[in-house]
């Protein structure tokens, strides 16, 4: 079983920047490929960006490309997203979600492949 805690959200203004926490209990994390994804009111969730279990491969979705970067802390059992520039566009509530795998290179943002989620963080971009 593993659990999994967001933080970071808040209401930033266009243009700004904010870090999001993914922070995962148990002794396992390394097992798992962490994904970012989003949901905005009215719409579906959609995977933002993927990390791999050792995070030698990254992906992102093409509309956070070159302003999100993914990163994780095995040690600390940590998942974090770098959000720059931000866009009212990328108001969501963000969630993280874990993928067990034993391929090293795996990275989803596929909802179904995901086993475990947490219950997300509230990020608002509007000046």
């Known amino acids: 079983q593993l659990q999994l805690v967001e933080s970071g959200g808040g209401l930033v203004q266009p243009g700004g920047s904010l870090r999001l926490s993914c922070a995962a209990s148990g002794n396992t994390f390394s097992y798992y490929a962490i994904g970012w994804f989003r949901q905005a009111p009215g719409k579906e969730r959609e995977g933002v960006s993927c990390i791999s279990r050792s995070g030698a491969s990254t992906n992102y979705a093409d509309s956070v490309k070159g302003r999100f970067t993914i990163s994780r802390d095995n040690a600390k059992n940590t998942v974090y997203l770098q959000m720059n520039s931000l866009k009212p566009e990328d108001t969501a509530v963000y969630y993280c979600?874990?993928?067990?795998?034993?391929?090293?290179?795996?990275?989803?943002?596929?909802?179904?492949?995901?086993?475990?989620w947490g219950k997300g963080t509230l990020l608002t971009v509007s000046s």
């Open positions: 979600a874990a993928d067990l795998t034993f391929v090293q290179s795996r990275c989803s943002m596929r909802t179904n492949d995901m086993g475990y």
